[in-house]
């Protein structure tokens, strides 16, 4: 069936550092959703990606979606303690044109 | 804004007994999901809902049943708890289309 895998699964970085979490789907998809969820929290809906190539920012926080609607990014520039916590993409696609989460990849920033 | 409220925040019961996990959401969405979170596996579902009455399976059905019989509740039932569904539950309403996904806090549930 499909599968939505992120690398890294972890990443420590330190305050001020950029990060980037990376998302692939096994099949193309028709659009695409970033979450977050803090230490003890749950996800929350952070943006959506439906064009080909498209690139959304959110002050520090940049989302693409790839030209061939198969993989997605979200880049973090000067990374702040706040930003802790754990990323995941969401995709819809495939026959039942279902959301799949990503595995998720935990951001530690180190002050 | 939505909320989705899910009935206890932490819970523990013993091998072999029945366990409801109650979700209500506030906002007439049709569509209503339960996944359980587990270190490095992400968000798996369970079941979903996107009608009264209505259910469907999600990836991982086994060992659960669920219920809507009003469109604000779904119900997640373990029918004869295992130590293997020891885990974060999660549960999500969203409404109609490519709408987001709201979720409540979660229950983490401990089966010994």
């Known amino acids: 069936g499909q599968q939505v895998m992120q690398i890294p699964q972890y990443q420590h970085v330190q305050e001020g550092e950029d990060f980037t979490t990376y998302c692939n789907s096994s099949t193309t998809l028709s659009n695409i959703q970033w979450y977050k969820q803090r230490p003890g929290g749950h996800p929350v809906f952070l943006i959506q990606?439906?064009?080909?190539?498209e690139v959304k920012k959110q002050k520090r926080l940049t989302f693409q979606f790839g030209e061939a609607k198969k993989n997605s990014s979200l880049h973090i520039t000067a990374t702040q303690t706040t930003d802790v916590g754990t990323y995941f993409c969401a995709g819809r696609g495939g026959a039942t044109n279902k959301l799949i989460f990503g595995t998720g990849t935990l951001l530690a920033v180190q002050p | 804004d939505v909320k989705v409220t899910q009935s206890s925040r932490y819970l523990v019961k013993r091998t072999g007994e029945k366990v409801f996990l109650e979700c209500v959401q506030d906002m007439d969405h049709e569509n209503m999901f339960w996944y359980r979170q587990d270190p490095g596996l992400g968000l798996r579902l369970i079941y979903f809902?996107?009608?009264?009455?209505?259910?469907e399976k999600g990836d991982i059905p086994e060992g659960y049943s669920v219920s809507r019989e009003k469109k604000e509740r779904f119900s997640l039932i373990l029918e004869s708890a295992s130590t293997n569904q020891t885990s974060m539950y999660l549960c999500a309403s969203q409404g109609t289309g490519n709408q987001p996904q709201h979720f409540g806090d979660g229950t983490r549930l401990s089966i010994l």
């Open positions: 990606l439906v064009k080909s190539g």
């Open positions: 809902s996107y009608d009264v009455k209505m259910k």
